[in-house]
């Protein structure tokens, strides 16, 4: 039901003065869709993503808050739930109402010269047909000096144009990992007008897509609220996402927000941890041989780690024998997420 769009929302990057060292960080928001713009709907939602990097050359301490996003009230809501997530673990809400949400980081610093940065996503609704704007602006710690090239600008701009009603009205959709290795697929409408189906598929990137099943036995029109479940007999391993795509009866099709699910024996992290200095751990994740794996020290310091092997689809590394026993970052970046783990070195 959902028509996701790109909407795209840009921040001057800022110069952050801490320790005597300068830093650079990017803030940026896009929303999930393809790349030509395409309105949404009245009650539709819309999955917003918000990328935070820093390029300067050394970590940014944890801030109380990061940043605050505003949207037009008339035209727009934060959906409930929000939907708030960060894979990261960095970044948590603050708070939030029908207009507006804050995030701060309470998590650790920011490393330094990130490549690819930590996402937050968060849905908005359409609330009333009409051109809804979207605002980000910097918050950053008032004990920092924050300043950029462009005026001092700490703001981003964005908008979302909202149409008339869809012809199916989405109240939920969710992905669930079952016991037996399966994931059901449920969802429930509302209001169905001029329905001919739905098509679920699945990603492990939301880049790629391929079907899983789709369902046809459905009610062309109904005002009542209607539930439909799907199952995938073979479904990815470690985190995949789901997407929903419902289909008129003249072959027009909406695609809802994908969700993500985790089908593993095992959490992601490091084993052991603690890690003694020159000995292997493993990494648990889902992509060992193409996932980018950075190694940090506490103030964002890229240090070596030597790749040993691949084992039972995880990961085999081995750190530096003078290194100094301490508290290290390993980020994980595949499948769409950065996940951040913190391990001790003895």
């Known amino acids: 039901m959902k028509k996701p769009i790109y909407l795209s929302l840009f921040l001057s990057i800022f110069l952050l003065s801490l320790s005597a060292q300068a830093q650079q960080v990017d803030l940026q928001g896009v929303s999930i869709g393809p790349s030509s713009p395409t309105p949404i709907a009245i009650n539709q939602i819309q999955t917003v993503q918000v990328v935070i990097k820093n390029n300067g050359p050394g970590a940014i301490p944890a801030t109380q808050a990061l940043f605050t996003a505003t949207i037009d ?3 727009l809501r934060f959906d409930t739930p929000l939907n708030f997530t960060d894979p990261s673990g960095l970044f948590t809400l603050t708070s939030s109402n029908a207009s507006t949400l804050q995030v701060a980081n309470n998590g650790g ?3 330094g010269n990130a490549a690819t940065g930590y996402i937050i996503s968060f849905n908005v609704r359409g609330n009333a047909t009409g051109t809804g704007n979207l605002n980000l602006t910097s918050t950053l710690s008032l004990t920092s000096t ?3 090239n462009n005026g001092n600008n700490q703001s981003a701009a964005g908008s979302i144009v909202v149409t ?8 939920s959709f969710t992905a669930q990992a079952q016991e037996n290795r399966t994931v059901k697929l449920d969802w429930i409408t509302s ?22 099943g789709e369902v046809s036995e459905v009610a062309a029109n109904s005002n009542a609220q209607k539930h439909y479940q799907l199952i995938d007999q073979t479904p990815y391993s470690g985190t995949s996402y789901y997407r929903l795509t419902q289909i008129d009866l003249n072959g027009k099709t909406s695609s809802f927000p994908a969700v993500s699910v985790v089908l593993r024996d095992d959490a992601y992290g490091v084993y052991p941890n ?6 292997r751990f493993t990494l648990r994740l889902d992509e060992p041989e193409t996932a980018v794996v950075k190694f940090l020290s506490a103030d964002g310091r890229q240090l070596p780690l030597q790749k040993t092997g691949v084992q039972s689809g995880n990961l085999l ?3 530096q024998n003078n290194l100094s026993a301490g508290v290290y970052i390993v980020t994980v970046e595949e499948r769409g997420q950065t996940r951040q783990h913190r391990i001790v070195v003895e």
């Open 73 to 75: 009230p008339v035209i």
């Open 109 to 111: 610093p920011l490393p």
């Open 146 to 148: 924050v300043s950029d």
């Open 164 to 171: 008339s009603a869809l012809p199916v009205s989405l109240v």
């Open 191 to 212: 209001l169905e007008t001029n329905n001919k189906g739905f098509l679920v598929e699945r990603s492990k990137d939301l880049k790629g897509f391929e079907k899983v």
């Open 274 to 279: 603690p890690v003694l200095k020159d000995q």
């Open 317 to 319: 590394l081995r750190t």
